[in-house]
């Protein structure tokens, strides 16, 4: 008896301690309402989480009084956590502010209408890169504040080129026929293939696709454009090039990717200018590297710059939210002083237009051989056409995929795209 | 008669505090069940049950509405659901047999009196089962890179002259993937039939010694057959494993190349993370691996056709 009693007892503390836990829980989360606290998740600690941290000293000097708490999480987990909160319905736990991908950020924003705070009118949107807009509007309403830029660029091996007979000069504003000319030539005079590219990740398709305002999707970011997407078509008869060609070199993540052009095993990498720290990285390399406009679909209307990547800040609707546009708008949305310091510090590039006049953007890399990229960049990011994602990009593409592997395989191409088609209708509606 | 007589007397006199005892006892037990009961309804059965109402509706994130039996048609026209069918179905036919016969075979070895070292052997071969399934992938696909030491040593040894594409090409990452699950799944299996050939009488080994069978005779004659029940078991327990393959396959492929290797498991997940959440659909396949799990089993439990087991 005494033992039952015994148990009885540690129960009901454990239950007392579990319950006063709670409490305390909803009393802090109550108290950082009121108490001007934010906290935001991003992630990528020497990019995004760097970028905050900044944001957040710059906030200080102005707004002592708000206390910012930056939170570091792996993008899957950004995303999942997201995604089991706001499907059951509460917010609880959540941060004011969250980083979303561009590409994710139209399926959030319509999967969970209601539980984003609109941000239109508390910036000014045309300070803004347009395509960068789009991706973060739904209906007209502006849900994001567009942070970097994916803008895409040809980085090459000035090196190897000269090899092959050729200078920076003739790679400026090619398209992909002459850019798989001259990698015929560069891997004739040096054996090295012309750049790398994870079969699972289309990304290559995504810029070539969007230099020509096309995506995955028609305007309305819901109907499926495949089948008769000329410029997908023209992308696919591409890659293929370059995969027949052997001029394509597989790896299957992230790190053989860096071990590739680290390496020195391609002459170009075409990706966003994100990877421009990766690049450096390899400091035996400086001089050796060039960065080129991406080039564009031959013979369609597309230009010499896309996009691959790049994310948005979004504010969550929990208390404490005016705190946050406040954060947002003061910093991201208005500081130039700030953009510089994203250049100079981390070598993040912005969309936010008037930071491209500042000082930082301008410096020459002798990385890149004394080449201002930061400012060849956010002029091409000025260029990119605006498309819309839609909600679908990962199903859409995981479905490509497999499209692409059949067409590699033999089989025709208006066949597998045709079926593509059918097969993302069905699954998307 | 007077046996009888007594008997009932001696019965009905306690029979009154004896009563009480059994309710008193009766409530104990019950007490100990509820809690136990009530937590696994409250975990297990209702999570299961909401499931099936989930299984119904479809629509993108919270924007769920009921749809009928959509989802369970829409499973039998869906190419990727299809394919991940196909890749878990071909893992589960190449690989659990491999498995099976080669845990029976190193537990034999093992279980050989004259072996030296037998704890040494038995732990290194039981050693891959205690590692984190995140850590042996991400080793195993070190291993497999295309400039891996797999494919290195192969280049050395002069047994390919281009390195195998172990990840990047349909036919091989498959490859890769059975044989990592053999590597970490093998000691496990095989630590049931060690136990299970403990307990075999050596009597019936001697027996059939002195009448002059031979190793194989022996193995298949007397070893398998009695280690039917626990190779029953232990088939069951690795089909709903490789039915259920997440870690590896999302560590090492991620599913690709394209869908190649991509398992109902992580299908489920894309549906709910990668993708615009459709929680609905993907708790439809969910389902369809809990009935493919029953009638996998019914088949084995008819094809072993044994009461006892």
Redesign the interface.
């Given at each position: 008896m005494k033992k039952l009693l015994a148990l009885i007892m540690v129960c009901m503390l454990l239950l007392a301690a579990c319950s006063s836990g709670s409490s305390n829980g909803t009393e802090s989360e109550k108290g950082s309402a009121d108490a001007n606290e934010i906290t935001v998740w991003a992630w990528d600690p020497n990019f995004n989480i760097k970028a905050l941290e900044l944001a957040k000293e710059a906030y200080a000097s102005e707004n002592p009084d708000l206390k910012v708490n930056i939170i570091e999480n792996a993008q899957?987990d950004i995303?999942?956590k997201l995604?089991t909160s706001?499907?059951s319905?509460t917010t609880k736990g959540l941060p004011n502010i969250v980083l979303i991908e561009d590409y994710r950020a139209k399926?959030?924003l319509?999967?969970?209408?209601d539980?984003f705070h609109p941000l239109t009118g508390s910036f000014e949107t045309k300070d803004f890169v347009q395509y960068k807009v789009e991706a973060t509007s739904v209906d007209g309403e502006n849900y994001g504040l567009p942070f970097d830029t994916g803008a895409t660029g040809l980085y090459v091996r000035t090196d190897y080129l000269a090899e092959a007979g050729y200078t920076v000069e003739d790679l400026q504003n090619i398209d992909w026929k002459e850019y798989i000319e001259i990698g015929k030539k560069v891997k004739e005079a040096t054996g090295k293939r012309l750049l790398t590219y994870d079969?699972?990740d289309l990304g290559i398709l995504r810029t070539m696709i969007q230099s020509a305002g096309k995506w995955y999707v028609k305007e309305d970011g819901t109907t499926i454009d495949l089948a008769n997407n000329e410029a997908l078509k023209l992308s696919f008869k591409i890659y293929k090039e370059l995969v027949d060609n052997d001029l394509m070199n597989?790896?299957?993540?992230w790190n053989?990717f860096l071990a590739t052009f680290n390496g020195g095993e391609v002459a170009t990498v075409t990706t966003g200018n994100w990877i421009t720290p990766s690049i450096k990285a390899e400091a035996s390399q400086s001089g050796k590297w060039a960065v080129v406009p991406h080039p564009s679909l031959p013979g369609m209307e597309s230009v010499n710059a896309s996009n691959l990547g790049g994310a948005s800040w979004y504010v969550l609707d929990v208390p404490g939210k005016e705190n946050a546009v406040d954060f947002l708008t003061k910093t991201f949305g208005s500081n130039v002083d700030l953009y510089q310091k994203f250049v100079t510090e981390i070598g993040a590039i912005g969309t936010y237009i008037p930071a491209a006049e500042g000082e930082a953007y301008k410096t020459k890399d002798e990385f890149f051989g004394g080449q201002s990229i930061v400012s060849d960049f956010s002029k091409w990011a000025e260029e990119i056409p605006q498309v819309n994602y839609g909600?679908?990009t990962?199903?859409i593409e995981?479905?490509l995929?497999?499209a692409?592997?059949n067409y590699l395989a033999g089989q025709d191409l208006d066949k597998v795209l045709k079926e593509a088609q059918q097969?993302a209708e069905?699954?998307i509606? | 008669m007077l046996q009888a007589a007594t008997k009932q007397t001696i019965q009905q006199k306690p029979r009154k505090s004896n009563n009480k005892l059994r309710i008193k006892n009766g409530l104990i037990g019950w007490s100990f069940i509820t809690i136990a009961t009530l937590m696994i309804g409250l975990f297990y059965f209702y999570p299961m049950a909401q499931a099936l109402i989930l299984s119904f509706q479809s629509g993108a994130g919270s924007n769920l509405q009921f749809v009928g039996f959509d989802n369970y048609i829409r499973l039998f026209t869906d190419p990727t659901f299809i394919a991940a069918v196909k890749n878990t179905v071909t893992y589960l036919i190449i690989q659990v047999p491999i498995m099976i016969i080669l845990a029976l075979l190193i537990s034999v070895l093992l279980n050989d009196k004259k072996l030296k070292l037998k704890g040494f052997f038995r732990t290194a071969i039981f050693l891959p089962c205690i590692t984190s399934l995140v850590a042996y992938s991400v080793v195993f696909k070190y291993l497999f890179g295309s400039d891996g030491i797999i494919n290195q040593m192969l280049i050395n040894f002069s047994l390919i002259s281009e390195p195998i594409q172990w990840l990047t090409d349909p036919f091989w990452a498959k490859v890769t993937i059975i044989i990592a699950i053999t590597w970490r799944w093998t000691g496990y299996n095989m630590i049931f039939y060690l136990s299970a050939l403990q307990n075999v009488d050596n009597s019936i080994y001697e027996a059939a010694k002195i009448d002059g069978a031979n190793a194989f005779q022996q193995f298949f004659k007397i070893t398998i057959p009695m280690l039917k029940p626990i190779i029953l078991f232990t088939s069951i327990t690795s089909t709903i494993g490789t039915l259920q393959l997440f870690d590896e396959v999302m560590n090492i492929t991620k599913g690709g190349p394209g869908n190649a290797t991509l398992t109902i498991s992580q299908y489920i997940y894309n549906l709910s993370f990668k993708y615009t959440p459709d929680f609905g659909y993907a708790a439809t396949v969910s389902y369809a691996i809990v009935i493919m799990i029953v009638i996998f089993s019914i088949i084995q439990f008819k094809v072993a056709g044994d009461k006892n087991a």
């Open positions: 899957d995303v999942q995604n706001l499907s319905g399926s959030f319509q999967a969970y209408p539980m079969p699972n597989f790896h299957s993540d053989e909600m679908h990962y199903a995981d479905i995929v497999v692409m592997q097969q069905t699954q509606k | -």
